[in-house]
Structure formats: structure tokens, C-alpha cells
């Protein structure tokens, strides 16, 4: 419980200031420090809330009752607090770490396929089919859905790793796509973990799991066809 605890601390101070540090780069000029400073704030803060959700939710399989003393339904507390949350940590890990080497690898695509960055799209794959079996043995069929996510990001984001030569600017609506997708990811765990801790009734609502999905979707299409259409504009600009 002391190390339950002790994450749980860091986890609650990182993740409050990832949600804030969101808005900043989302909502401002792209490319502007104030975009580039609050964007590193965000990734940061997802990491370490990552890295401490990952052993808060071992700590939950190994001591289900012990670490949620406020529920009672063993079942419910593993399914929620311990296989989803181990899926949507490694799957937001994943898509932070990704969306740093995006700018980072922009002039070296190769550079993508290193051990790590491949290990971590493998990890989600493995964690989101996990929780889909989890959920299908708990008869919880929104945790089924919401693995789907992890298999979509993971599946997009090998495929882009491992393109010889992908279209210009392709780095940047990764970028973006990869930002936007662990916003979506930690947004729905702070309902649906708050929810459950606060209103265990209606933890698992489907409006309360869609709703950030459906925004962070919504700001992936217009973001990718804004970055998309001014790079064709461009290259037909120096085409003529």
C-alpha cells in the first residue's frame, strides 16, 4: 500500500497537469514556442502518469480489494483498475513516446525502427487484446471497444514506421494524430477511473467513455486535412 500510495500521489500531480498542459498546444499557434514548451510539458507529465498507472494497476491485480477498499466487486475492480489501466498506460505511453520521435526522427525516418519504439506498438497490441479478453470474461463490452483504439493507433503507427519513404509533412499528422490520441486516452481514463471511484453506477456509461473519443476523432480529421491540404497547396505552389 506504501507504493500504491506513493504512485498514486505522483500519478494524481502529473496527470492534472497533463490535462491543463493540453490545451496550450492544441488550441495556439502550431510551431510557436509557447506550442513547443507546453507540448513537453504534456508529453512528460504523460509519461510519468503512464509509468505510475502501470504499477498502480500490477499493484491493483496483485491487491484488488487492499488498494480500492471503497468497492467490493473484486471482478469490477481488476477489470477496470487493473487490465484496463495496465492497456491505457502502455497504450498512452505509446503514443507520447511516438509522437516525440515524430519531430525528433523528421529528417531521419529511418530512425523509427529501433527497438523501442516497434517493442512499445507491439505492448499495446498485447495490452489492448488483454483487455478485450478480460472484458469479454467480465462481460464488460466497452472495454472489448475501447481495446479496438489500441489495435487502430498501433496498427497506423508500424505501418507508417515501416514506409520507406512517407509523404511530406507525413511526420507531422503523425505528430499530431499520436498528441491528440493520448489526450483522448487520458481524458477517458480520468472519467471512467473517477467515475468509478466517485459513481461506481455509471462507471462504465457510454456516453462517459465516448465523449472524448468523439472530440479527440473530430480534432484528428480536421487537424490531419488542414496539415495535409497546405502541403499539397505548397507543393503545387512550387510545382508551377
Not at 523509427?112 to 463490452?141: E, I, K, M, N
Request: glycine fraction near 8%; include cysteine; hydrophobic fraction near 50%.
Amino acid at each position: 500500500m506504501l507504493l500504491f500510495n506513493g504512485l498514486l500521489a505522483i500519478h494524481v500531480v502529473a496527470g492534472a497537469t497533463g490535462l491543463i498542459a493540453l490545451w496550450p498546444p492544441l488550441l495556439g499557434r502550431k510551431g510557436s514556442e509557447r506550442h513547443k514548451s507546453w507540448g513537453r510539458v504534456f508529453a512528460y507529465c504523460l509519461l510519468i502518469t503512464s509509468i505510475c498507472a502501470i504499477g498502480m494497476s500490477l499493484c491493483t491485480l496483485y491487491a484488488p480489494l487492499e488498494t480500492h477498499p471503497k468497492l467490493t466487486d473484486i471482478r469490477m475492480i481488476r477489470s477496470l483498475f487493473g487490465w484496463m489501466m495496465l492497456y491505457l498506460s502502455v497504450f498512452t505511453a505509446t503514443l507520447v513516446w511516438f509522437g516525440l520521435k515524430c519531430i525528433r526522427n523528421r529528417q531521419n525516418h529511418l530512425a523509427h525502427r529501433s527497438g523501442v519504439s516497434l517493442g512499445l506498438q507491439f505492448a499495446t497490441v498485447a495490452t489492448a487484446l488483454l483487455c478485450a479478453v478480460q472484458g469479454w470474461l467480465a462481460d464488460q463490452p466497452l472495454m472489448i471497444l475501447i481495446s479496438g483504439l489500441g489495435l487502430t493507433a498501433a496498427t497506423l503507427n508500424t505501418r507508417f514506421i515501416l514506409t520507406d519513404k512517407p509523404p511530406r509533412n507525413e511526420w507531422l499528422v503523425q505528430h499530431m494524430r499520436s498528441f491528440v490520441g493520448a489526450g483522448v486516452s487520458v481524458y477517458t481514463a480520468f472519467f471512467a477511473f473517477g467515475a468509478a471511484n466517485l459513481l461506481p453506477a455509471v462507471a462504465f456509461n457510454p456516453i462517459l467513455w465516448a465523449a472524448p473519443t468523439i472530440a479527440g476523432i473530430s480534432v484528428i480529421l480536421y487537424q490531419q486535412r488542414a496539415i495535409r491540404g497546405l502541403s499539397a497547396r505548397r507543393s503545387g505552389l512550387q510545382s508551377s
